[in-house]
């Protein structure tokens, strides 16, 4: 069945870096693009970034960049530079079948 686990979420202090990870299964990675959002605290949930099937990347915000092997069938998403409003849960998205993964929650705080 279809399956997309977030990982690497956590505290980190401002300034700080973060990676988070996507692990894909049950549908043809390769051929989907791939998307970050996020959902901060008592907000609604908005795009982070997104990575094509090519590798070509849009991103919010210049501070995080997207990557992908699929080999690995994994997505990542590189988040540097980090203030508390990027304080959220982090989901990835699959865009050739709209499914979501469960989240994972990221803090920035000192």
């Known amino acids: 069945q279809v399956q997309l686990v977030e990982s690497g979420g956590g505290w980190v202090q401002p300034g700080g870096s973060l990676r988070l990870s996507c692990a894909a299964s049950?549908?043809?990675?390769?051929?989907?693009?791939m998307r970050w959002y996020r959902q901060p605290p008592g907000k609604e949930r908005e795009w982070v970034a997104t990575?094509?099937?090519?590798g070509d990347v849009n991103s919010a915000d210049g501070r995080f960049t997207a990557s992908r092997d699929n080999g690995k069938r994994v997505v990542t998403l590189q988040m540097n530079s980090l203030k508390p409003e990027d304080t959220a849960v982090y989901y990835c998205?699959?865009?050739?079948?709209?499914?979501w993964g469960q989240g994972t929650q990221v803090t920035v705080s000192s």
């Open positions: 990575i094509f099937t090519g």
């Open positions: 049950g549908f043809p990675f390769s051929s989907s693009g």
């Open positions: 998205n699959a865009m050739l079948i709209d499914a």
